[in-house]
């Protein structure tokens, strides 16, 4: 068992990314310092993580409670942005089944090619 049962999905999502990440040509945060690559890849583990749905309602409540307070300003701590970075993320992935149809088509097309794919995968 790779991800323990815990945001399985999510964590896959991360690890193949930072896989491509490492590998050669694609490599575009070997540009960054030790401290940007640090505090880039910290923002998108929350972002991704962020998207689990067992996580939905404590962000939600989380989040109506910072608008109904202080909201958010221009000069939010690191803390602070990650997790409103980490609600425009979930807010995009949980809002595709409100899309149009065509939109939704090409979604189920993408999704059909990477099962497709998955099953010969698979079957090698």
């Known amino acids: 068992m790779t991800y323990n049962d815990v945001s399985m999905l999510e964590n ?7 896989a491509l990440f490492s590998s050669a040509g694609c490599d575009w945060t070997a540009a960054l310092t030790e401290e940007q690559y640090r505090d880039f890849r910290e923002t998108v583990v929350v ?3 962020g998207t689990d749905m067992r996580a939905h309602f404590d962000h939600l409540t989380r989040f ?4 109904a307070g202080e909201g958010f300003t221009q000069h939010m701590d690191r803390k602070e942005l990650r997790f409103l970075l980490l609600i425009a993320l979930h807010a995009a992935d949980v809002c595709n089944p409100t899309k149009p149809s065509p939109v939704t088509h090409r979604r189920h097309a993408v999704h059909d090619a990477f099962s497709f794919d998955a099953c010969l995968q698979f079957a090698r």
């Open 47 to 49: 972002m991704v993580l």
């Open 64 to 67: 109506k409670s910072k608008i």
């Open 12 to 18: 896959h999502h991360l690890a193949v990314a930072f």
